[in-house]
């Protein structure tokens, strides 16, 4: 359920895909980053206080994987497609 295309305000390559838990559309960077995942017992750490706990107990270790980019943090445009509030 994506859709590759073209931002219209910078003209940058994007790729539409639907939020798995809002169902609203994002607009992403085409282009990856690499980052580093952390891990605390297999799973994704979100909170580096999981992250010091599973060190500890030598359960901590770290994946690299590419990773997408919300457009709008890219965009030098990104301010025309906000909603005031």
């Known amino acids: ?3 590759d295309g073209v931002c219209s305000a910078c003209g940058a390559d ?3 895909v639907r939020s798995e838990t ?3 559309t994002m607009i992403l960077d085409v282009k990856t980053e690499k980052h580093v995942l ?3 017992y ?3 750490a979100y909170s580096i206080d999981a992250v010091r706990q599973a060190l500890e107990a030598g359960l901590a270790t770290a ?3 590419s990773v997408f980019t919300d ?3 890219t965009c030098p445009h990104a301010d025309q497609f906000r909603r005031s509030t």
């Open 71 to 73: 457009h709008h943090a």
């Open 22 to 24: 809002s169902k609203a």
């Open 42 to 44: 297999g799973k994704p």
């Open 14 to 16: 994007v790729v539409f």
């Open 1 to 3: 359920m994506s859709a």
């Open 38 to 40: 952390l891990l605390d």
């Open 63 to 65: 994946r690299v994987t």
